[in-house]
């Protein structure tokens, strides 16, 4: 059998949720806003630029108070994880030719809490959903797919070609053209 062939005791139907410790920052150390969570009970404008678009980096980091934002060793006592946090739970410095600057920033321990405590209930609601789904999709013909999920196939539809590099041809060709620009636009005028 193929070696990527999964054993047939390995598949179910069960879906899981990400298997995560803190959902707060999924294990990394930096509470993430992938949902739009942080904007939602916190501040409205994180990571929101000025003409009012999302753009993910664009303010400061946001520091989790899990263990996995704190230096992290492995059995040998290896530091294999720097973390953000001192081990007074101060976060970390940099200095930078500004001098010296937070790794990032902290909602307080509550507030992180309940990012992670709403997550988790959401994952909870959407494993009961799936799993309704697959065993329902499982004995019907016609298959069913949650509004979720049904959301996003119609958006990912309306994107004319998601994949739609240009080719390598037509960028050498309009690099070509704006030397061409460039070119006639310094011919002195006859
Ligand atoms: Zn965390």
Redesign the pocket.
Known sequence: MSIYKRKLTEKTLNFYPPDKE?F??Y?T?L?SNSDGLINNLYWSKYDIDENGKRFAGSDLSII???K??YQQLDDAQNVINSGYRDSFGNIKTVQTINGEQALGISLSKDQ?REI?NQRKQKWKETVETMNKYRIKNNKNKTKELPYFIETVKENLNNIESLFSFPTEKATVDSMKSNKSDNLSSKKPAL
């Open positions: 803190c707060a920052c294990d150390g509470v989790c108070h899990c996995k934002s992180t992670h």
